[in-house]
């Protein structure tokens, strides 16, 4: 029997939306032929198995297939290991070294936009017909669908749909924002699902930073 952290990542304000994550601190416990199932059996967009969390060595499994890198699972694993006892600098999921940094309450990591799975990117008109849509548009497996809120202030509404990793639409996606982030070239905030928070900026050396509030739901066994 396992221990299951379950958090809400890039919870919005007054604590509304969040995206649900599950991570297994003792991750290195669960065999690996048992990990996808586990992933799908618990239905979160992504599912963490930490397997050191000395040196945050990770990997990080969808309903559907195993990810290099992700952005919600490592914004909210740094945020666990760290109230855990592990602060670790750098986060190892199998993509490469991922940087950590706390702020104001907030978590944050970065990582290269070509780890993050290639997003179509549809710009609308307007976040009304962002949320107007009812899923990907032209039956795109893996998009992003946004629309400027305010474009001098850079605040972004987005909507992410990812059947091709069996998640039908994404409540905040990390993966995704450092994609846009580094497509428009400058520091955004998005706004996504019912309510989530996302802050992207890009780095000098290519990289996106990507940061925002963790909270823990529950801990069960699993």
Known sequence: MSRLYVLKVFVGEDGVGGNPLGVFLDGSEVPVGERQ????????????FVEDAERGILRIFTPGTELPFAGHPLVGTAWLLAIEGFEVPTLHPPAG????????????ISGRPEWAPQFEHFKLDSPAEVDEIEGPPDGHDLAGVWAWEDEAAARVRVRVFAPRVG????????AHAVRLASLLGREITIGQGEGSLILAEPQRDGTVEIGGRTELVEVRDY
């Not at 070294?97 to 944050?108: D, K, Q, S, Y």
């Open 37 to 48: 199932r586990i992933a799908a059996d618990l239905g979160f967009s992504e599912t963490v």
């Open 167 to 174: 998640v039908d639409e994404a409540e905040a996606t990390g």
């Open 97 to 108: 070294e991922v940087p950590v940094r706390f702020a104001g309450g907030l978590t944050f």
